[in-house]
């Protein structure tokens, strides 16, 4: 089983500001089989990133995603009032099951 | 529009069962494989179960592995989750989602609560 470590675990920023999240595999994932999501208080995760780098439909283009074999990064290059919220990173493809990173709060300083 | 809304959620005692469903619309469910996601409550998400688009692949977690099972119906774009001897451990939102790479949607959750 691959284990996604997430850190760091809260990050306190201000609007306007940069905020880059980590996740990183216990084994390698395979073909960047990894997806970023967002979730607010409440409601149901929102697909962001797939692919590791690929930005789903209706993504805005302050995020972005990179990475490989074992450390991906999501990076929000200025953070707007609606990106305060907890992200995920998940892996998936041809080895099951397919775990989630525990979160990264981001949350006004 | 993609929609993806479950039901079936509900209280049900220490050993139960329920069946979960997940009715599509907006796109046509046998194009996709669909993938069943819980969250205990205040805790992140939990991959539980995958189903391929066409109904001949299934993958479980460990913590469910013998005694959930998911199945599909593409005449109906729905999506199930029988769940059998439940534990208390099993509490929490169950969301139904939709395609791998990439996800084309998920559904709003339905709370299952195992309790006594």
């Known amino acids: 089983e691959i284990v996604l470590t997430q850190s760091p675990g809260t990050l306190s920023l201000s609007p306007g500001e940069r905020a880059t999240l980590s996740c990183r595999a216990s084994q390698s994932v395979n073909s960047n089989f990894l997806a970023w999501y967002q979730q607010k208080p409440g409601q149901s995760p929102r697909f962001l990133i797939y692919g590791a780098s690929i930005r789903a439909a209706g993504t805005p283009d302050r995020f972005s995603g990179s990475g490989s074999g074992t450390d991906f990064t999501l990076t929000i290059s200025r953070l707007e009032p609606e990106d305060f919220a907890v992200y995920y990173c998940q892996h998936y493809g041809n080895s099951p099951p397919w775990t989630f990173g525990q979160g990264t709060k981001v949350e006004i300083k | 529009e993609v929609q993806l809304v479950e039901s079936g959620g509900g209280l049900v005692q220490p050993g139960g069962s329920l069946r979960l469903s997940c009715a599509a619309s907006?796109?046509?469910?046998?194009?996709?494989?669909m993938n069943w996601v819980r969250q205990a409550p205040g805790k992140g998400l939990e991959w539980i179960s995958y189903?391929?688009?066409?109904?001949?692949?299934?993958y479980y977690a460990d913590s469910v592995k013998g005694r959930f099972s998911i199945s599909r119906d593409n005449a109906k774009n729905s999506l199930y989750l029988q769940m059998n001897s439940l534990r208390d451990e099993d509490t929490a939102v169950y969301f139904c989602?939709?395609?791998?790479?990439?996800?084309?949607?998920w559904g709003q959750g339905t709370l299952v609560t195992v309790s006594s």
């Open positions: 189903i391929s688009s066409g109904g001949t692949t299934m």
């Open positions: 907006g796109f046509a469910l046998s194009n996709y494989a």
């Open positions: 989602v939709g395609g791998v790479h990439p996800v084309v949607g």
